[in-house]
């Protein structure tokens, strides 16, 4: 049987689109190429990405701003030590890029200067820590990429 040039066009394309869905199938059923959006509610989080910005503006002009630092027990955070730690209130969001499942948060309860995320939370590698606090009155953010 001989085959012409009709027929060979006609088996490339049932072959590029045999090639084509084997792979949009293994893409779609492999949770190895599972990747989540890391915030569900992003369109609402941009609305308010400006007073985020003026919360960490506030924050950075402080004389002192929030430390944070990998110590045996965990992520050891240190709040300005010319603040009254017991008026300091507020939220603590640590969020894993790879793995939304590990994203939590905290709220601030302070028996001293540092507050203390236990290592049995945290898994090694990249995390988004943001601090949500608030001082008599006046709110701050502190932001920033950990390496755990």
């Known amino acids: ?11 490339a394309f049932v072959c590029f689109i045999a090639f ?14 599972d990747h989540d959006l890391v915030n569900e509610n992003y369109y ?31 992520i050891e955070i240190e709040f300005p030590s010319t603040m009254n730690y017991s008026d300091i209130k507020g939220t603590l969001h640590l969020d894993r890029p790879s793995n939304k499942t590990l994203d939590f948060k905290s709220e601030l309860n302070l028996n001293s200067s540092k507050f203390i995320i236990p290592k049995d939370n945290l898994l090694e590698g990249r995390w988004n820590l943001k601090i949500y606090w608030n001082y008599k009155g006046n709110d701050y953010l502190f932001k920033e990429l950990i390496v755990y």
């Open 20 to 33: 084509i869905m084997y792979f949009v199938v293994s893409m779609s059923t492999n949770d190895k190429y």
């Open 44 to 74: 609402e989080q941009e609305l308010k990405y400006q007073e985020d910005i003026d919360k960490e503006k506030k924050a950075k002009n402080l004389s002192e701003n929030v430390k944070w630092r990998k110590s045996s027990e965990g």
């Open 1 to 11: 049987m001989k085959i012409n040039w009709g027929t060979g066009i006609v088996i």
